[in-house]
């Protein structure tokens, strides 16, 4: 257990809904950061979060929105879901330092 | 804008033998960081080895070391007494030093090991 929690692990929907994946972050770590993984490719930075306040935004869809709660757990939301968000979606957390950043085990979303 | 690239697609070693992964990036930053992690079939991210760029001497984790030349702006990995275990995908990683800044990744290299 790496300490940052992922729900759910597994996702099937239909094109055109929407879903909320969750993040609750190692304890004691300000900043939560998204990332997507296509099939055998590497991780896209999607949207980052430091104490509630949005930081950085990388390739997020506008159809793809976040955001970080006072207790620090964040929640990815996707929606009008297409084929191609078909994907492993990451949850990491970091405490600010210089240390790598810690990731959870994923959601992996499908989209049929 | 800071980019992260992994030559390799694919390497393959035997088992016990030595095999060394190759990352290059670019970034017009003095002070950051570097990571190698890796990704097995479960898929979960575990970091590897990390390495300051202001410092020279050269990160190394048990079996695993790297060799950073920072002038050239190169990170490879190299993984001594291969085990099957080490059978993965490896990413390589960047980050700036700025408190809280994202990691980069390249496109990984996978990591074949034979008996």
């Known amino acids: 257990d790496s300490g940052v929690t992922q729900t759910p692990k597994h996702l099937i929907t239909a094109t055109g809904q929407r879903v909320t994946l969750r993040c609750s972050p190692r304890s004691g770590d300000l900043s939560v950061y998204w990332y997507q993984q296509s099939l055998d490719q590497g991780l896209q930075f999607l949207i980052q979060?430091?104490?509630?306040?949005?930081?950085a935004k990388g390739n997020i869809l506008e159809r793809f929105s976040a955001q970080q709660f006072p207790d620090l757990h964040s929640e990815l939301n996707l929606s009008s879901l297409e084929l191609g968000d078909s994907a492993l979606y990451f949850c990491?957390?970091?405490?600010?330092?210089?240390?790598?950043?810690?990731f959870g085990s994923g959601t992996r979303l499908t989209v049929v | 804008a800071q980019t992260v690239t992994q030559s390799q697609p694919e390497m393959s070693v035997q088992e016990a033998e030595t095999v060394t992964l190759s990352c290059t990036y670019d970034?017009?930053?003095?002070?950051?960081?570097l990571f190698w992690y890796k990704q097995p079939p479960s898929r979960q991210m575990i970091l590897v080895i990390r390495q300051e760029a202001y410092k020279q001497q050269n990160a190394t984790e048990n079996r695993f070391s790297v060799n950073f030349q920072k002038a050239a702006k190169s990170f490879s990995l190299k993984i001594s007494d291969s085990q099957l275990g080490d059978a993965a995908m490896y990413f390589c990683a960047y980050r700036r030093a700025y408190n809280t800044d994202k990691l980069i990744f390249g496109t990984g290299t996978r990591l074949q090991v034979f008996p």
């Open positions: 970034t017009s930053e003095s002070d950051y960081y």
């Open positions: 979060y430091y104490n509630g306040e949005e930081r």
């Open positions: 990491a957390s970091s405490v600010g330092t210089g240390y790598g950043y810690t």
